[in-house]
């Protein structure tokens, strides 16, 4: 029986693995990761975290890593965990794992105690490859079924035996019997961003991979000649599926950085030729919200893409950094849903439905709404092997997601007359005061133009009459003050009355993601601090 069964519905696992056997050796699909790393690899230049390389030098060192995990004595379908920031070993692991027909688990890097223990336990793996600063966390955390932790970066010479050097896997001879991997076979586990509780494992087949690639690149028009920039980690998937691999699939050249710096993005920019940008939560806005320079529009930036891109400063941004912005809606789950280019664009709406869904908004029982009414996206791919298999062990889950054969995004929006998309809010994260729905994305949006407001986050807090009441949290610019009447008066006559914040609690930071998402259950569990300003107590 084969080891791939990752949360998706595998029927015929014996006959797979027959047909995996007979066809040892041969080349495999470009319709696979491997496949594709072998037919597409090219000498344009990437740069990784300030290294050099090319994916036509990480197609040799995949070669080098599949057979070094070959020789760990993992087979086709088995899970391996990875917990690294994005580096040319990071990507060098990633494909070779893929051309091994592996499946990869990356977790997210700031996950530490309990959950750690919790998600390396559930991802099944015999083998982690960690980078060094995460290996006493990792250690700490191995479930009993870990074999072999691979460390990249200095082992310690008081490492316990089953951890040895990922220099060595990548020194191991490459990996010439190759697997024939079928594009529906399972490739990676990636993990929603926990925002409302424990991570899920989105299970994503090379097919889906490879899918959302070749659409993000013929959205955006990649060509050998662009060079695609992106801060994100790589168990996120905006860095894979909309910069890595759309780079590979154009032969482009790519530039990936660890982290996000308003200060010195366009420099970067400038210094590597960059013509292409993803973009992600604030980014936009922290970059709008800087001091304008003359030079604002002297860089090589093209085209931006990502969500969200706000309505209050699209227009001028667009025109002060001569950047094109595409807006996108979507998930881990099914990839790009809605989109929308600088031509078709609507302020605040998303666009409309992609080539690859079907797109509805639909009330509590499933059935379609009106044009303008609100309720949940759903989308169902128009042809097989768009999206996720399933979530990991999580059959309930998945069947309720998927229920009415419509994927459930669990997001509230509304489509117009013309098919145009208007995301809302997070289900989860709507609030509602009084018999009246709030939402928080109304009041974030209002409060991002705050000439003081650095970040922002709406919520809802228990309310003692019953429901919730109106909580934000907001973060001043630096050097500066704000007063928290002031931030309800700013939204007065801005957002709905009954959206007027009670409470708001002034930070100097959000609790953040990786991916520049608010942990808004964080602050709910947070709740009414003792440092919170408090409307009506003030009012008394």
Known sequence: MRADRAGALDLFPVKRLVVKVAAMGSAQSEATIGGRLAARASP???????????????????????????????????????????????????????????????????????????????????????????????????????????????????????????????????????????PDDPTVVLHTSGTTGPPKGVVLTHRANLALAEHTTDLMGYTADDRLYSVFPLFHSNARFTSVLPALQAGAGLVMHTRFSAGGFWDTCREHAVTAFNFQGAMLTLLHNRPALPTDADNPVRVGFGAPCPPEITADFERRFGVALTEIYGSTEVSIVAQSRPEERRPGSAGRASPLYHLRVVDERGEPVPPGTDGEIVARPKRPGLMFTGYQDMPAETVHAWRDLWFHTGDRGRLDADGYLYFRDRLSDSIRRRGENVSSWEIERVLATHPRVDAVAAYGVPSALSEDDVMVAVVPVEGAELDPAEVVEYCRGQVTEFALPRYVRVMAALPMTPSQRTEKYRLRADGVTTDTWDREAARA
């Not at 995460?134 to 990249?152: E, I, K, R, Y």
């Open 44 to 182: 344009a230049p990437w740069s990784v975290a300030g290294a050099a390389t090319s994916s036509a030098e990480l197609d040799a060192l995949a070669s080098r890593t599949a057979g070094g995990f070959a020789a760990l004595g993992l087979s086709p379908g088995e899970h391996v965990c990875l917990m690294m920031r994005a580096s040319v070993a990071a990507l060098g692991t990633w494909f070779g794992l893929a051309r091994a027909g592996l499946v990869e688990v990356p977790l997210n890097t700031a996950t530490r105690g309990p959950l750690l223990e919790h998600l390396l336990g559930r991802s099944r793996a015999r083998v982690v490859v960690v980078d060094a600063e995460f290996l006493p966390l990792v250690l700490a955390a191995l479930p009993d079924g870990v074999t072999h932790v691979v460390v990249h970066g200095p082992r310690p010479a008081q490492a316990p035996p089953t951890v040895s050097s990922w220099d060595d896997l990548a020194a191991a001879d490459p990996l010439r019997d190759l697997p024939a991997v079928d």
